[in-house]
């Protein structure tokens, strides 16, 4: 269902005439900017409840709309163009000849299961929390409540087990199901490996990254990314709809997020792009292991200096980390991990316009002289910002494999 709607801009009383598409989440805070005074201007959905406006006011709607007006589409659940109104192309419309029937479904039932989550997203958060802080006792008793489960959680083993499961089930609408469970069989068949041809070695490996504090540390940094993404999961609906799309990467056509606020979303990326720096080092120390049995050796290299332990090469810059793993087992793509991206956005060498959604980015700007930039739009930093999740995710699983393997053989309680 679509509602047409006409609001005059508080501020500089520019009339704007807006379809809102509706979405099934009960609460639909949406958000685009007048184009001419630069002013936010938010339609609040309430279903079932009203609608209520910031920033204008509404007036007569008077149908249909015209082409002289400024117009703006907008829907939570899908990208949608910047275009000239025209009558029966609405996002839904416009997103399902896209994209086809079978796959408005999966999204439909990735959005609903969206809907559901942030209906609970405090109750996650707290068991989280819980987890974090080794609140074992409550911990156990939210976890086992919200799974609606009743198994036996006093080892850490298994708490370890319903932390994943609820991270699974939570976060499904974010993730790549069968990609998921393929990736979790990878690390499983690889440990085995290690446990029956390398097995000291291996044992040595998980002696240093327990004893030291990081596999747990490192877990808890991919943990305190989870609720951000909760609190951010309106701005992902576009960019998962991409999943579908096979136009959008050719079309170069320019499309909007409904909800949006670059500015605090910006810091999101460093932070995935920290953590998978990080978790870059699981990877290196299982390629080592595997490809010359002892985790700190790296492959030598004509153009670098290589590391000389697992220790050293995790304090190594992003960037470079990528390039002292020789044929990784774990290949994570330089278009997530781009660094360039997140330099500029960490040094100040980005400029946003809320209007166009067009982030600007400066790469190599050198004091005052401002070289070459590179554009994308919102909607592709979401994208990234979601790739980029899904990586941090997956490799959280061999956090999870490699904490199982040693509670249970390593150290078992
Ligand atoms: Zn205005």
Not at 62 to 89: C, N, R, W
Not at 224 to 247: C, G, H, S, V, W
Not at 303 to 316: G, Q
Request: glycine share 4%; charged share 30%.
């Amino acid at each position: 269902m679509n509602i047409n709607m006409s609001v005059v801009c508080d501020d500089c009383n520019t009339v704007i005439n807006c379809r809102v598409g509706m979405s099934n989440r009960r609460l639909q805070p949406l958000r685009f900017v007048c184009e001419e005074c630069l002013s936010p201007i938010d339609i609040n959905v309430n279903l079932g409840q009203g609608i209520t406006i910031e920033g204008a006011n509404q007036i007569e709607t008077k149908g249909p709309f015209d082409s002289e007006t400024a117009f703006v589409d907008l829907h939570l659940d899908f990208p949608v163009a910047f275009d000239k109104y025209i009558m029966g192309m609405t996002p839904f419309m416009m997103a399902s000849q896209r994209c086809g029937h079978e796959n408005m479904q999966i999204h439909a039932f990735r959005v609903n299961t969206l809907n559901e989550i942030s209906e609970r997203t405090p109750e996650i958060k707290k068991i989280i929390k819980l987890y974090r802080n080794n609140k074992e006792k409550l911990y156990r008793k939210r976890i086992l409540s919200f799974l609606e489960s009743n198994i036996d959680c006093k080892m850490k083993i298994d708490q370890n087990y319903a932390l994943y499961h609820l991270l699974e089930r939570c976060f499904s609408p974010f993730n790549e199901p069968t990609k998921n469970l393929e990736t979790v069989e990878g690390y499983t068949e690889k440990i085995i490996w290690f446990a029956e041809n390398k097995r000291t070695e291996f044992e040595k490996l998980l002696e240093e990254l327990v004893g030291s504090g990081f596999l747990k540390n490192l877990q808890d940094d991919c943990l305190q990314l989870y609720p951000k993404m909760l609190d951010f999961e309106l701005i992902f609906r576009p960019a998962l709809f991409l999943d579908f799309d096979n136009t959008y990467e050719n079309s170069r056509m320019a499309y909007r997020v409904s909800s949006h606020d670059f500015d605090e979303i910006k810091d999101l990326y460093k932070d995935i792009s920290e953590v998978l720096s990080r978790q870059l080092v699981l990877i290196a120390a299982v390629n080592n292991l595997e490809k010359r049995g002892d985790h700190n050796s790296f492959a030598p290299l004509e153009k670098m200096k290589v590391p000389t332990s697992l220790n050293k090469y995790a304090d190594v810059a992003f960037g470079q980390k990528l390039e002292l793993l020789d044929d990784p087992w774990h290949s994570i793509s330089k278009e997530v991990a781009d660094n360039q991206l997140r330099n500029s956005i960490a040094h100040f060498k980005a400029e946003y316009d809320d209007v166009s959604q067009k982030l600007t980015y400066f790469p190599k700007r050198e004091g005052i002289k401002q070289e070459k930039s590179e554009e994308m739009y919102f909607l592709d930093f979401s994208r990234k910002i979601l790739l980029a999740y899904r990586e941090m995710h997956k490799l959280n699983h061999l956090i999870k494999c490699l904490f199982v393997f040693y509670f249970m053989y390593v150290n078992p309680e």
